[in-house]
């Protein structure tokens, strides 16, 4: 689940993408040292690499495969979230843009916009900067995944597979409307 729940959906949004003519680019960024004061991520944008992109925002995906009714407060599934700052509006449009994307979709989950300014990830590195960015993640309020979290006990096998393929197709939907055009971030 940590995290290699996220880089399973952002290679698999590569697939999906890699055949499509697109009207707008996708870049798909996996970023390393996380846990050492977010190497990774810091490294990429003093690259300089996003001053060649108009880029409308980036979309971390963290910890997406975890998801139970028992160790949940709201004693619910399919409950994720969308961390946001809650006073900076590109973010708050990010999270919007995926909600709407998917309105027409039956994806099984919901990603709740969190506008809580939630910065255990790597993209509270792009907000210091002034990057509008979100997280998807799982529900760290309510259902957090504290048993696995960082430890050996962590594998495939503790998923909740429905919904890390539901949260799949929830971003991946958000991602291929963006792509193709046909919806706009406003």
């Given amino acids: ?5 996220g880089v399973a959906i ?5 697939k999906l993408l890699a055949n499509l003519e697109v009207e707008n680019s996708v870049m798909v960024l996996f970023t390393d040292a996380q846990s050492l004061a977010y190497g990774g991520a810091y490294h990429f944008i003093d690259s300089k690499i996003l001053s060649r992109f108009n880029l409308k925002g980036v979309i971390n995906l963290e ?6 009714r028992s160790q949940d407060k709201k004693k619910k599934v ?16 990010l999270c919007g843009f995926f909600e709407k994307a998917n309105k027409r979709h039956a994806t099984g989950v919901k990603f709740e916009l969190k506008a809580n300014n939630f910065n255990n990830s790597d993209h509270s590195i792009f907000w210091e ?22 430890t050996v006990n962590d594998f495939p096998e503790t998923l ?26 406003d």
């Fill in 1 to 5: 689940d940590y995290n290699a729940s």
């Fill in 10 to 14: 952002g290679l698999s949004i590569i």
């Fill in 63 to 68: 910890m997406l495969g975890h998801d139970s």
């Fill in 78 to 93: 399919g409950n994720m979230s969308c961390y946001a700052r809650a006073e900076v509006q590109s973010d708050l449009k």
């Fill in 129 to 150: 900067r002034g990057i509008s960015a979100i997280a998807f993640s799982q529900n760290w309020e309510d259902d957090f995944n504290s048993k696995r979290y960082q």
């Fill in 160 to 185: 909740n597979q429905t919904t890390l393929y539901n949260a799949y197709k929830y971003i991946s939907f958000g991602t291929m409307y963006f792509a193709l055009g046909k919806l706009k971030i």
